[in-house]
């Protein structure tokens, strides 16, 4: 998305009409499937009646990450931010494509608006916050950052029960720590570690010793391979914590839950397959695995 653009036209200092709610949902449509690749194929494992739910959820999220992260500086991102919160207060009210649209999927499927406020808390926090010094301190960033978005499709999907979001709680806290290991690389050329640090620190890896292996790109030693197993079977723990959910969940979501679960272990597999090496090469999940992955799914 081209956040300039689309600030000038539909920004705190345009001064648009207020669309149409059909004129919405499909700029909403629009962004999920021009701006998410895998957006088509992700909606096909969710039944079509939730497709344009999940387009206007998507963009929702979509605007707030750009917010933050196209921004010029901080101060900016979080003035930003801001002003996306204070549409979300105005709601149905709001001129904006994506609240128009988000009114009528809050309305229809009762969802309450913490989820998507802790969803730019976590941008917020982004903004200051580069480093982990513990695990607590990092699951308090997942609670914001990941957890939300379970929520939101537990409650698509009519199935936001207490125990229900417990168990969407480790399923997202574990994809996204995996996706932490998995993106070490990424990451740290972004200027940030989402490795606990006082877990990384007792096999030796300090930020220095990161800056060190950065600039080596040389296979990582062993102490980094026993450090990032570790992490790797948190990760797998923590998702596998969540599996009764695939069962709990209503018939429109076991599909997918079963599916991002497999995901997630697929790729702490892939890093396992490369020996913890994810300086190098960033361990992915191979086309025939994710097809294998959709058939047992699928039929399970």
Same mark, same amino acid.
């Given at each position: 998305?081209?956040?300039?653009?689309?600030?000038?036209?539909?920004?705190?200092?345009?001064?648009?009409?207020?669309?149409?709610?059909?004129?919405?949902?499909?700029?909403?449509?629009?962004?999920?499937?021009?701006?998410?690749?895998?957006?088509?194929?992700?909606?096909?494992?969710?039944?079509?009646?939730?497709?344009?739910?999940?387009?206007?959820?998507?963009?929702?999220?979509?605007?707030?990450?750009?917010?933050?992260?196209?921004?010029?500086?901080?101060?900016?991102?979080?003035?930003?931010?801001?002003?996306?919160?204070?549409?979300?207060?105005?709601?149905?009210?709001?001129?904006?494509?994506?609240?128009?649209?988000?009114?009528?999927?809050?309305?229809?499927?009762?969802? $309450?608006?913490?989820? *998507?406020? @802790?969803?730019?808390? /976590?941008?917020? +926090?982004?903004?200051?916050?580069? !480093?982990?010094?513990? &695990?607590?301190?990092?699951?308090?960033?997942?609670?914001?950052?990941?957890?939300?978005?379970?929520?939101?499709?537990?409650?698509?999907?009519?199935?936001?029960?207490?125990?229900?979001?417990?168990?969407?709680?480790?399923?997202?806290?574990?994809?996204?720590?995996?996706?932490?290991?998995?993106?070490?690389?990424?990451?740290?050329?972004?200027?940030?570690?989402?490795?606990?640090?006082?877990?990384?620190?007792?096999?030796?890896?300090?930020?220095?010793?990161?800056?060190?292996?950065?600039?080596?790109?040389?296979?990582?030693?062993?102490?980094?391979?026993?450090?990032?197993?570790?992490?790797?079977?948190?990760?797998?723990?923590?998702?596998?914590?969540?599996?009764?959910?695939?069962?709990?969940?209503?018939?429109?979501?076991?599909? $997918?839950?079963?599916? *991002?679960? @497999?995901?997630?272990? /697929?790729?702490? +597999?892939?890093?396992?397959?490369? !020996?913890?090496?994810? &300086?190098?090469?960033?361990?992915?999940?191979?086309?025939?695995?994710?097809?294998?992955?959709?058939?047992?799914?699928?039929?399970?």
């Amino acid at each position: 998305m081209n956040l300039a653009e689309q600030l000038a036209r539909w920004g705190p200092t345009s001064s648009h009409a207020r669309p149409s709610l059909a004129e919405a949902e499909a700029y909403c449509r629009g962004l999920a499937t021009s701006h998410y690749e895998n957006f088509s194929v992700v909606s096909w494992l969710f039944p079509r009646h939730l497709h344009q739910h999940l387009c206007n959820v998507y963009a929702y999220c979509r605007w707030a990450d750009d917010l933050a992260d196209e921004a010029a500086n901080p101060a900016q991102a979080s003035e930003l931010l801001s002003w996306w919160e204070a549409q979300l207060d105005l709601g149905s009210e709001s001129r904006h494509p994506v609240f128009v649209a988000l009114a009528q999927t809050i309305g229809q499927k009762q969802i $309450p608006q913490q989820p *998507f406020r @802790d969803l730019l808390c /976590a941008f917020r +926090q982004e903004q200051v916050q580069t !480093r982990y010094e513990a &695990w607590a301190d990092l699951a308090r960033y997942c609670e914001h950052s990941a957890n939300p978005v379970g929520r939101l499709v537990l409650h698509l999907g009519q199935s936001a029960s207490p125990a229900n979001i417990a168990l969407s709680d480790s399923i997202c806290t574990g994809l996204q720590h995996i996706n932490f290991c998995q993106d070490v690389a990424r990451d740290y050329a972004k200027g940030r570690i989402y490795l606990p640090r006082d877990q990384r620190e007792t096999f030796g890896w300090t930020d220095e010793r990161f800056a060190a292996q950065a600039a080596s790109q040389i296979v990582p030693d062993d102490s980094f391979r026993h450090m990032l197993r570790e992490q790797v079977e948190r990760a797998e723990q923590l998702l596998r914590a969540g599996e009764p959910l695939v069962k709990q969940a209503g018939a429109d979501l076991r599909l $997918p839950i079963r599916l *991002f679960i @497999d995901g997630g272990l /697929a790729i702490a +597999q892939a890093i396992r397959d490369q !020996r913890f090496d994810v &300086w190098t090469r960033r361990p992915v999940v191979s086309k025939w695995t994710k097809l294998k992955l959709l058939v047992r799914g699928y039929f399970s």
